[in-house]
């Protein structure tokens, strides 16, 4: 079996109803003021980890955390994970300045994450 090792679980996302409140919370958490902070996402970057938060689980509609685990190839994680039983939620697509992302389900039903930087 060939594999491609992934760069880690580096960005978490987390859905939360109540965006400023959220805020104050993750920041007294971390230590951190947030390094994006607009109306529809806050991030704060800490520790190798990006930390997100996303007002009524933003476009993707999340209802619980969703960790992305950090690749090389995002297509050829895709191809790797589908063939061992995952099945795609959402293709690989951009999301801005070249970043890749993607969402695959596990024979569990779990949401797995699938990042890749250009």
Do not use: C
């Amino acid at each position: 079996m060939t594999s491609s090792a992934t760069q880690g679980m580096k960005t978490v996302l987390h859905p939360v109803s109540d965006l400023a409140q959220a805020k104050a919370v993750y920041a007294a958490l971390l230590g951190v003021a947030p390094q994006i902070d607009g109306p529809h996402y806050v991030g704060f970057e800490t520790a190798g980890q990006h930390i997100g938060l996303l007002p009524g689980g933003g476009p993707q509609g999340l209802t619980s955390s969703l960790a992305y685990w950090h690749v090389a190839d995002i297509e050829a994680k895709l191809a790797e994970v589908t063939a061992a039983g995952a099945t795609v939620k959402e293709p690989a697509h951009d999301v801005g300045d070249g970043r890749l992302v993607a969402t695959v389900i596990d024979p569990d039903g779990n949401l797995l994450g699938l990042l890749q930087d250009r």
